[in-house]
């Protein structure tokens, strides 16, 4: 008898739902037209200094590369040094001239020195740039250039 009631309480429950209102059917609402995908912005241009062989150049390097236009007098070797506290921010610098980069290297980081053959009257962009992947830029360096 309690299988008999439990079977037609199922029943009623059962039907109880099928008498229940449909659910409506929801649409996706259709997503507004994609804005144009633009480029990332390019990296400022390079600010270019002018300077003379012998000259000491002073600058902060805050994270953009650095250029500095040299004309060599004479033929020889241009000498170039950039020297900076490595330990003022923990940050590394590079410079490059050409398609040439020169890399600090340890242990003592600064400073780093190129040498580069000059012809009279040729002008040679040296450019300071970041050494590394640091944030923590705002450091002041010197730039020595010399004619061997």
């Not at 990296?43 to 300077?51: D, E, R, S, V």
């Not at 450019?127 to 004619?147: A, E, I």
Request: with cysteine.
């Amino acid at each position: 008898m309690f299988r008999i009631a439990l079977v037609l309480s199922a029943a009623a429950v059962l039907a109880a739902c099928d008498r229940t209102p449909e659910t409506p059917i929801l649409r996706p609402t259709p997503l507004p037209p994609a804005a144009p995908v633009s480029a990332p912005p390019a990296p400022p241009a390079p600010l270019i200094h002018t300077m003379t062989i012998g000259e000491d150049a002073k600058g902060t390097f805050t994270g953009n590369a650095l250029g500095y236009d040299v004309t060599s007098p004479a033929d020889g070797w241009l000498v170039v040094t950039l020297t900076w506290d490595v330990w003022y921010n923990g940050s590394l610098l590079t410079m490059s001239i050409g398609s040439s980069e020169y890399k600090p290297t340890s242990p003592g980081w600064s400073p780093l020195q190129l040498r580069w053959p000059v012809t009279a009257g040729q002008t040679y962009r040296l450019f300071v740039g970041p050494g590394g992947t640091d944030w923590w830029y705002n450091d002041p360096f010197v730039l020595t250039t010399r004619l061997e």
